[in-house]
């Protein structure tokens, strides 16, 4: 069974960053798509970056295009979200997710994620 570690949120000043960290278990992390997705109180679930199996292609949304990173270190199970400028309305927990997918153009629709972690808050605040 896949299972899904999330960490490295927190407490960040505007402007700051962060390097959040999903580390995936019982399986090769290039084995699975993985997304980055997250929820702000009172907002629905947002799919904010992913990650595909057959090139490490990667997508963002826009609300994070050129301030966030994705990327997969298969050496270490592990796929890293590089958040940088971050702004207040990123405040949010972000979750981790798989899906066994091979695909050219990895998706960041969360109804398509088969395994989820269980989210780790990101606040940012002065």
């Known amino acids: 069974q896949l299972q899904i570690v999330e960490s490295g949120g927190g407490l960040v000043q505007p402007g700051g960053s962060l390097r959040l960290s999903c580390v995936v278990s019982g399986f090769p992390v290039n084995y699975y798509e993985i997304g980055w997705f997250r929820q702000a109180p009172g907002k629905e679930r947002e799919g904010i970056s992913c990650?595909?199996?057959?090139?490490?292609?990667?997508n963002y949304a826009d609300s994070v295009k050129g301030r966030f990173t994705i990327s997969r270190d298969n050496a270490k199970n592990t796929v890293y979200l590089q958040m940088n400028s971050l702004k207040p309305e990123d405040t949010a927990v972000y979750y981790c997710?798989?899906?066994?997918?091979?695909?050219?153009?990895?998706?960041?629709?969360?109804?398509?994620?088969?395994?989820w972690g269980q989210g780790t808050q990101v606040t940012v605040s002065s």
């Open positions: 997710a798989a899906v066994r997918l091979f695909q050219q153009t990895c998706t960041r629709n969360g109804p398509s994620y088969d395994f």
């Open positions: 990650i595909n199996t057959i090139s490490s292609s990667t």
